[in-house]
């Protein structure tokens, strides 16, 4: 009986004994757990203001100007108006041409390939077209469209190229605005007897619009953003008038602008102006890019709940 | 709509049901045929983009004064006997890319992971956007940032070591802080997919073995991540080594490599990458100058096909997909 | 002696009486032989202990995901080294409830528990309740086996990396545990090959190593073989009746055979309340409620 009590004692105090190191072990655990969670906080914090503080850095620095009507116009120095203009044409000349291209693409992709070789290597062409760099593909424009096809440095030269820079980007989007649609939706196209073009115009196309308007905006941001691309097939300099739909001439954009502005054509106007034009223009850039990035979620909701209610 | 009613005709008359599907048909054909070939497309712009600029680049070869081009530093297109050693080139790409995801690296799983472990959720209601948005930005605004913020900045701390105190705040240090600002939201967007992609369950089977998060996040779910991370980390270097203005706005640099390279203050002087030469000499040269230039294209095109194909290796190795 | 009978000493009994059926064994017999034989060999009614102690006393528990209830007035009490069945029809709440003993339902965001479960002097559903500790002391094994990408030993290890133990001790816990999960035979071989190429009974009984590896008072378990062939179930249930020597075990299962076999308790669950609790031959010989009873019977949808 006594050495039975003794024993499960004995027992209860090893077990105390193995809670309590159980415990401290736990508090130390916490410890690490806090320091580390703190450091993960404050990097993130970090992180963030780094981004926040370039926003309002280039906004504070470029609105005084963007709320000056004079900046907008074409005549004198420090005014953008040309370039905006130029930014503009290229943005709906590159999207009428690379919409189609892309769509088709991804169709082709989504709706008729199987799956096999081809496929594969497909979306292992656009992975690496994908990574390659802007710049090269300016050189690789400007050797093919300016130089072999004699189209020389133009808006067109600049509007193919950016063809190749976001015909990828595009794709992929589309490919799942159209991989989305569920396949009882086109199931129910086909069974209604028509064809396979007719179904994906009739029943795919029109529930994949979100997701298409979604892929139009995004890539129209990269192409108002681009200019690596554009210095050797566009150009970086304005003819006398550049308000023409004219795509046989060499003009300059926004950010080639500042580009220029800072670096090959420095001294060109006063090195204030060359500021106040490039803090300007940076300034309506990242408006025009928080609109499109906000706006493409909100377009794309909207589109949704129209065609839903239809 | 349109569909019913086609289905209502071809009922109804033997004749025009077959007008109406041959129809259908050869539309469905050539609808096909032009999908296909935009398809193709794709494949035919990459292919072009190696082959001309291989061809052109691989021209320069012809001139015996290119042999050096990847065993020399010195770049001298207009010496009396001119050379075409582009390695200063390269090591200013590789260096910079190199020191720019190093730094990024750290930062960019550690916001990755404090987004999706533990952050509320206003946090990345407020991060996401603006980590796309930044993932966009024009190269130009950075730069122009860089021009007039970051290279004065450097300047001010870095003039008592760097050579020439006006120019401290251009080269190989500015340029890494911009491509960290360039390239770290990839990286993190990248590496919040990955560390979605891991399966909760593994957050739980550690939870339930009584670790504390940050165990769990850095033994359980940071390792089961780790080939999506790797894929962050390529395309983080991708996306470095080919940017080209920002880069070059800051460099300072002409085609002269620096004399001293093993001290820190080659960080703080005037220096030079692959991009910035192209950007500056490219469209003034000819013969065999610009042939080299192809050629630095051609380099850094087999550099990111590396970078693109390691990425595809690392994600076909992944557990979770 | 007695003291070390307490806790470590699984591995020496395991050696010894389990696996009177051996692999070998089990692929040469026919099914129907291989159930005789095991339902002969562990009678759960033979290690009753109807006076044990309560490990966890759990009293009027209410248990909400978001506004929406799972568990009413549940109480419970989970008696020291018995094996505690819960049993019921899917969404009954039992799964919910053995989760909110190790407090997993933490994860869930918008859970919210209300009342006692008294475990060692302390409510677990404190707020203040430290859940690192708790879960040290609780270990649990899910319905599908969550093994790590990683290696077996590196699985098995993992909870004691976690508690920063020196290498050895972890060589030798990662051994025993694999005895204990009665895996160590078909694994000691290839103990640094990835966990995810075993088969899906070989993983739960890893996971279960696992669990075991860090030395927990209790262990729970949902439904633990619900994704497995009727071979691997055999296996960690006769796992099961051995473990039970050292560990408190409450197991959620959706098969009345599995909770015959290998419990002394038995809760049955419905509609998010407990209808009642007993030891498991009570409950399945003398249900007291019409309910029980026609669960039981097979009368329940």
Redesign the interface.
Known sequence: MSA?QQ?ST??ES?ERQR?LS??R??Q???L??NI??G???L??L???L???L??I??LW?GIPYLINPDFYGSTGTGTVGQQIFNTLYLLILSEIILVP??L??A???V???RQGPLVT??H??????A???????G??GY??FAT?LHLGLTRLTGTLTLL?LN??VA?RLFEDALTSVAREQREG?LA?????????R?VVLPSSLPGIITGIV?SA??V?????AL??TMGSSNPSNVYTLNPMISTDNL??H??YL???GAGTIPDNVA?AV??GS?AL??II??VI??GSRSIGRLIQRKVMAA | MAANSVNVKTENTNTARSIGTRRGRLSDQIARGIFFVCAVLVVVIIFGVFVFLGINGLQMFKDPAARNFFTSSSWDPSADSPSYGALGFILGSVVTTLLSIIIVAPIGFGMALYMTEMAPRWVNALLRPLLEVFTGVPSVVIGFLGLVVLVPWIANIAAPIAPSAANAGNGWAAATLILVIMILPTVVSVSIDALRAVPDSVREASLALGSTRWQMMKDAVLPAAATGLGTAIVLGMTRAIGEALAVSMVLGGDIHLPAKLLTPSVLFQPNINITNAIVLYFSEASGTERNGYFMLGFVLLIISFLFICVSRYIASRSVYK | MEKQSQRPAYLAQNEVEINPLNKTQVENLPEVSKEAQHMGSFDPTKTLKTDATTKIDVQHTNFFYGAKQALYDVSLPIRDRQVTALIGPSGCGKSTFLRTLNRMNDLVPGARVEGLANFDGFNIYDPKTDVVLLRQRIGMVFQRANTFPKSIFENVAYGLKVQGKPQNVIKERVEKSLHGAALWDEVKDRLNTSALGLSGGQQQRLCIARALAVEPEVLLMDEPCSALDPIATLKIEEMITELVKDYTIVIVTHNMQQASRVSHFTGFFLSGKLVEVASTADIFEHPHHKETEDYISGRFG
């Open positions: 039975q024993i004995s027992v090893d809670l159980l415990e072990l736990t130390r655990l916490h690490k757990n580390a969670s450091i993960l906080a990097i993130t970090l992180g963030a780094l981004f926040i370039i926003v850095k280039v620095d291209i892309a088709a693409a169709i082709y992709l709706e008729y390939a290597v497909i292992f062409a656009a992975e690496t077209l990574g390659v760099p802007s710049l090269v593909l050189l690789f050797l093919v072999v190749c015909f990828p794709l196209g209604l007897g028509s064809t396979k073009w007719h179904m994906i009739t995004l941001g990269k108002i953003a681009e200019a690596a210095i050797f950010t080639i500042i580009w800072k670096t090959v500021n490039s803090a940076a850039l990242i890019l928080l990035n906000i």
